[in-house]
Nanobody, 120 residues
Framework: QVQLVESGGGLVQAGGSLRLSCAASGSIFSNDAMGWYRQAPGKQRELVAAITRGGSANYADSVKGRFTIARDNAKNTVYLQMNSLKPEDTAVYYC??????????????WGQGTQVTVSS
């Protein structure tokens, strides 16, 4: 089992910045990837950004150049720095970790979600 504890989020005006953090604990393996997804009302959950333990990152086109994902492997923590926020970034943001365990089985866990609201 893996537990994910998110922090950050809140209400910000358009053009502002927020930083999300997510700390993982439990049965974490060295080949995992951590990332952030978001879900706006009436829409499907979508990938925002993800990063491997080695530091390879990928981003949704809609956030490239504005958001930066980073991780601290020693703390099993992933961060999402969100700059130049837009009203369309408003959503519940979920932390995710996935990988392969010692049985060569895929696993994935989700955080409880944190609300990000960007006012115009």
């Amino acid at each position: 089992q893996v537990q994910l504890v998110e922090s950050g989020g809140g209400l910000v005006q358009a053009g502002g910045s927020l930083r999300l953090s997510c700390a993982a604990s439990g049965s974490i393996f060295s080949n995992d990837a951590m990332g952030w997804y978001r879900q706006a009302p009436g829409k499907q959950r979508e990938l925002v950004a993800a990063i491997t333990r080695g530091g390879s990152a990928n981003y949704a086109d809609s956030v490239k150049g504005r958001f930066t994902i980073a991780r601290d492997n020693a703390k099993n923590t992933v961060y999402l720095q969100m700059n130049s926020l837009k009203p369309e970034d408003t959503a519940v943001y979920y932390c995710n970790i996935d990988g392969i365990d010692y049985r060569n089985s895929y696993y994935a866990y989700w955080g409880q979600g944190t609300q990000v609201t960007v006012s115009s």
